[in-house]
């Protein structure tokens, strides 16, 4: 995950319209998004807000100039733990229907039931939305601009000084992981190949783990040093200057929030 | 381990987010009185470092694999499970808005088991078992390997209590391969502390057989 972090940030640092766009908007955005699919019921009309969703999406994703190519990368990255889930959901009843209706039987007993198929697309759906509106989020806007966002919306001081050094320590250590990883091809070391001996696999991640554990708390005192150099201290205040949003950025978080909660509730109780 | 958005209906993931919150608030306080300034750039860097730790594919074993929590190794070497619940708040922070591995809405599961449980579980076995046989790494190395398979079980419940998976099928699932993996990290954790206690035990807590910094 963390060799990715070059091409995110790489991606975040455009300069179309959507990457123009205030960090504190794309934030409120994305996780009414988020909060909007979450929230609708398990229900097969999920289908209609997803699908407008999607396509609010798509259209940001397009204005963003970003290749459909690196979406698709992207979402290929997150889906395994998710997708495992959902797969496996068409083999068991839930507590969603009443009666399941075995579409496909299988030995040991086992039965595909339609209504689990049903309820396993339901998730995929919610899944899909909420990890496409992630990546917009983090593909058009810097870890930096999130973070002053995150701080403009409230996020506490503490917070904010320790995931910034942790950010800049972030790169530091995805530049260590891949000199790392070059060690072991230059070795022809591969955790993976069943030839090398159990424990001496083990033992050669435990040694590059150990290396990079310690070598990051070296780099912290090697930073820290000169952060004291320049003057700062445990309380040490970061100022981020107060910026309102533009009259458009201002209309556009608010046609989308009033769109955003519009879209799900039209679905459910009308559609 | 990370929970996806979506798969925790909103009411029980908000009830998640607000014993998160209680925990998170403490870890806030621990970090406000225990550290001192030398080491606020340090919890920075552990964070960064876990980080890139849960990079590192570890084989489980018929072609599937898994990474470390390192919710155990945070709190054995800084000697309070408030600091795994502090570092990985932030490291799901950062994997759940930049990355997408693990929900928004569901941060607040997520933090419970990896921080909150991973860290308390591991740091108060690590101590227990200390106490009965003595040796630091045999202790690190079972308390890391219940740090991973307890946090497992919690989540594989929490998905039960959401009606997303069904209990025994989850429990053994997550059980099992979670047993497996718990095992790779207790073999890493007790040898990247055997590492750090031999080159750096300045860094280690006293209670981890570390030196005075």
């Known amino acids: ?271 | 381990m990370h929970i996806p958005d979506a798969f925790i209906p909103l009411p029980q993931a908000a009830v998640y987010w607000l014993i998160a919150i209680i925990f998170i608030a403490l870890a806030l306080k621990w970090a406000r009185n225990e550290l001192n300034e030398e080491k606020m750039p340090l919890i920075a860097v552990l964070a960064a470092g876990i980080f890139a730790i849960q990079a590192f594919n570890l084989p489980v074993g018929m072609g599937t694999s898994g990474h470390l929590v390192g919710g155990a190794l945070a709190a054995i070497v800084l000697g309070s499970p408030y600091a795994a619940v502090f570092i990985l708040t932030i490291v799901l922070i950062i994997q759940g808005v930049i990355f997408g591995d693990g929900g928004i809405t569901t941060m607040g599961a997520n933090v419970i088991n990896m921080g909150v449980i991973g860290g308390f579980v591991g740091y108060y076995s690590f101590k227990g078992i200390k106490k009965a046989i003595g040796n630091c790494y045999v202790s690190a190395g079972i308390a890391a390997w219940l740090a991973c398979l307890i946090p497992a079980l919690a989540c594989a419940v929490e998905m039960f209590i959401a009606g997303t998976f069904p209990l025994v099928p989850g429990i053994v699932a997550m059980g099992t391969y979670h047993a497996l993996i718990g095992i790779i990290e207790g073999i890493i954790t007790a040898g990247a502390i055997y590492l750090i206690h031999t080159t750096r035990p300045d860094l280690m807590s006293l209670e981890a057989g570390g030196a005075a910094a």
């Open chain 1, 1 to 271: 995950m963390i060799e990715e972090i070059y091409t995110i940030e790489r991606q975040a640092m455009g300069n179309s319209p959507v990457h123009k766009i205030d960090a504190r908007v794309k934030i409120i955005i994305a996780f009414s998004v988020i909060i909007a699919m979450v929230a609708y019921p398990y229900s097969v009309d999920v289908i209609i807000p997803g699908a407008i969703f999607f396509g609010f999406f798509a259209v940001l994703w397009s204005i963003s100039k970003i290749s459909f190519i690196g979406y698709l990368k992207r979402v290929f990255l997150i889906l395994p733990f998710g997708i495992f889930i959902i797969l496996f959901q068409i083999f068991f009843e839930n507590r969603h229907y009443d009666t399941f209706t075995p579409i496909v039987d299988l030995p040991l007993n086992i039965h595909i039931y339609a209504e689990s198929v049903e309820f396993a697309s339901i998730l995929l759906v919610k899944f899909i939305i909420c990890i496409s509106f992630i990546i917009l989020l983090s593909s058009t806007t810097t870890m930096q601009d999130m973070l002053t966002g995150a701080r403009r919306l409230g996020l506490p001081s503490e917070f904010a000084l320790i995931i910034g050094l942790m950010i800049r320590y972030l790169f530091v250590f995805a530049e260590i992981f891949e000199k790392v990883i070059n060690v072991f091809e230059t070795r022809c070391f591969n955790a993976f190949d069943r030839r090398l001996p159990y424990n001496y696999r083990l033992k050669t991640l435990g040694y590059a783990i150990g290396t990079l554990f310690l070598r990051s708390y070296e780099q912290g005192e090697r930073t820290y040093t000169s952060m004291l150099c320049r003057g700062y201290s445990k309380d040490s205040f970061l100022h981020v200057s107060r910026q309102r949003l533009k009259r458009g950025e201002f209309s556009f978080l608010a046609i989308s929030l009033v769109f955003i909660i519009l879209i799900p509730v039209i679905s459910y109780f009308y559609l």
